[in-house]
C-alpha cells in the first residue's frame, strides 16, 4: 500500500506532459489611447432591418410619446390610492394590489390601454379582499385581546 501521494509502482511511471509555452500577456490600456480594430468583422446582415407590421384589426391611432398621458376616451382608475390605502387595513393583500396598480399606471401611459385596464381590474380585485379580511382580522386581534384582559381581570389563569 502507497502512501498519499506518491506514486503506485505497479502503474509504472506517470505520462510526461509537455510544458506549455507562456502566453504573451496583452499591455494594459492607458487612458485616451485608441485601440486596434477587431481582427474579424461580423458578417454582413442579408437582409435589411424591416419595422414590424401592425397587427391586423382596427388600430386606435398612434401611441402617445412617453412621458406624455393619453386623452381620456372612457375614465381610467388605476386603483393606486387605495391600493396604498389598504396597506393600514390588511397589507398582506394590499401589497399585490399595489404592484398591479403601479403597473396599471405603467401600461395607461404607454398606451397600452387592454393591458391597463387587466392591471386595474386585478388591482380592484385584491383591494376588495383587504376590503373584507383586514376588518376581520382587526376584530380578531380586538377579540382577543379583550377576551384576554376580561378572563384576567375575572381572576382566571390565561396562559
Known amino acids: 500500500m502507497t502512501q498519499p501521494g506518491q506514486p503506485d509502482p505497479s502503474r509504472g511511471p506517470a505520462p510526461q506532459r509537455p510544458p506549455v509555452p507562456p502566453q504573451p500577456r496583452p499591455e494594459p490600456v492607458l487612458e485616451g489611447e485608441v485601440l486596434p480594430p477587431l481582427q474579424d468583422s461580423p458578417p454582413p446582415m442579408s437582409q435589411p ?7 391586423p ?3 386606435p391611432g398612434p401611441p402617445p410619446q ?3 398621458v393619453p386623452p381620456a376616451e372612457a375614465s381610467f ?3 393606486l390610492g387605495v391600493a396604498i390605502a389598504m396597506f393600514l387595513l390588511f397589507p398582506p393583500f394590499a401589497l399585490p394590489a399595489t404592484i398591479d396598480a403601479r403597473r396599471a399606471r405603467i401600461a395607461y401611459r404607454a398606451g397600452q390601454l387592454g393591458v391597463a385596464q387587466d392591471n386595474a381590474k386585478e388591482s380592484r380585485r385584491w383591494t376588495r379582499a383587504a376590503v373584507v379580511a383586514g376588518p376581520i382580522c382587526w ?3 380586538v377579540c382577543c385581546g379583550v377576551g384576554r384582559w376580561l378572563l384576567r381581570a375575572i381572576g ?3 396562559p
Open 156 to 158: 382566571l389563569p390565561v
Open 57 to 59: 384589426g382596427p388600430q
Open 66 to 68: 412617453p412621458g406624455t
Open 139 to 141: 376584530a380578531l386581534v
Open 77 to 79: 382608475s388605476a386603483n
Open 49 to 55: 432591418y424591416a419595422a414590424p407590421q401592425p397587427a
